[in-house]
């Protein structure tokens, strides 16, 4: 069956550093793969989305890796600060599809 | 000016109850969204309208039944809560775009406590 792995462990870096996470997938041949953000309490924010075709995206302080040999993707948060502090979402999509498979996330902790 | 919205934020029940989700997007988007995160914190989707058509359906309880009246709403009725029901339903809306293919839209989420 689809599955898709997230750094299980809560991920704590120090301020300034760079914070890397990690998405594995098996099963699945995803023709996107998307990053979201999600705060406590709150529903998860879109900030990226790569092709199938890309191996890589930046977007300001954020830049995104996908490796379909892999099957991974690396997510980069350059010059972390504390208000990054939050769970990365991982998703997968297949082409023209609207059904989305989630990662559980990685929860992100920067410290001052 | 909230783009989607969910009602309520809390509902706490007891088992065997039936009770609603209300969900309401401003975006102009064509498809929408019900999944479920519980304890665990996966995201799982349940179900996805599109032009108020069903187009997902995953494998979900026949006591969970979606209705959308038009394109910006789209509700969920549970019948006959059960403990396992206990999550949080968020509510999501997205509309095809080259760049950002399929971004959604999530609602704050309603955490249901069946008792």
């Known amino acids: 069956s689809q599955k898709i792995e997230q750094n299980s462990e809560a991920l704590n870096i120090q301020e300034g550093k760079t914070a890397t996470l990690t998405c594995n997938y098996t099963n699945y041949s995803p023709a996107y793969l998307q990053w979201y953000r999600q705060d406590p309490g709150r529903g998860p924010v879109f900030l990226l989305l790569?092709?199938?075709?890309?191996k890589e995206k930046r977007k300001e302080r954020l830049k995104v890796t996908f490796d379909t040999t892999l099957k991974q993707s690396l997510f980069h948060i350059t010059a972390s600060q504390p208000a990054d502090s939050a769970t990365y979402l991982c998703?997968?999509?297949?082409?023209?599809?609207?059904?989305?498979?989630f990662g559980a996330g990685t929860r992100l902790f920067v410290k001052a | 000016d909230t783009a989607v919205s969910q009602t309520p934020k809390y509902l706490v029940t007891q088992m065997g109850n039936d009770k609603s989700i209300k969900c309401e997007q401003n975006l102009g988007h064509d498809t929408m969204y019900w999944y479920k995160q519980d304890s665990k914190k996966f995201l799982k989707i349940m179900f996805s309208y599109n032009n108020k058509e069903l187009i997902i359906n995953e494998t979900v309880p026949n006591r969970f039944s979606p209705k959308s009246p038009d394109k910006a709403h789209l509700n969920l009725h549970i019948n006959s809560l059960e403990l396992g029901d206990s999550a949080v339903y968020f509510c999501?809306?997205?509309?095809?775009?080259?760049?950002?293919?399929?971004?959604?839209?999530f609602g704050p989420g309603t955490r249901l406590t069946v008792l």
């Open positions: 998703a997968l999509l297949n082409t023209g599809g609207f059904k989305t498979i």
């Open positions: 790569i092709r199938e075709n890309e």
């Open positions: 999501a809306s997205s509309q095809e775009r080259l760049a950002t293919h399929n971004e959604q839209f």
